[in-house]
């Protein structure tokens, strides 16, 4: 069954924060794309092996949905998922949490395209990659 899973964990510094005081935008960023390259190897495709075979993904699209401020001192934890997979493309959402209350903080939708590292051009996922991805996804709206 697939599930969401654990990406990143860290904490929010103060050098992190802007001068509302909360965790700035490029911060939200920061730890989604942190994110996004670790569960590639959460789910057993990690990058390395993916340019072993001459392919690579670049992110074509992201959207963040802001919902609760994160401070300097709270710990966050940021689970993630691919909710649909393509022939060319896949979609993965992340959702940062406060890891202490499990409170949603922050949710980020991306569209990665897969690409060939010889030609720099998208390209076909590999059916095997499609596969073993296809394992993987779960309903964006799922807990």
């Not at 700035?24 to 092996?49: C, E, I, M």
């Not at 996804?137 to 807990?143: E, I």
Request: proline share 3%; charged share 25%; net charge neutral.
């Amino acid at each position: 069954m697939a599930a969401w899973l654990e990406t990143c964990r860290s904490t929010v510094f103060p050098w992190n924060c802007d001068f509302l005081g909360h965790m700035n935008v490029r911060w939200y960023a920061h730890f989604f794309d942190d994110a996004g390259w670790h569960l590639w190897t959460v789910v057993g495709l990690p990058q390395s092996k993916l340019r072993e075979r001459g392919v690579s993904l670049v992110v074509a699209q992201t959207k963040t949905d802001f919902i609760h401020e994160m401070r300097a001192g709270e710990l966050l934890v940021v689970r993630s998922a691919f909710t649909h997979v393509g022939t060319k493309s896949i979609r993965h959402v992340a959702k940062l949490y406060n890891a202490d209350n499990d409170r949603l903080s922050a949710k980020q939708e991306t569209v990665e395209v897969f690409f060939d590292l010889g030609t720099r051009k998208s390209s076909a996922m590999p059916d095997d990659i499609r596969a073993h991805l296809l394992r993987h996804v779960v309903p964006p709206d799922a807990q």
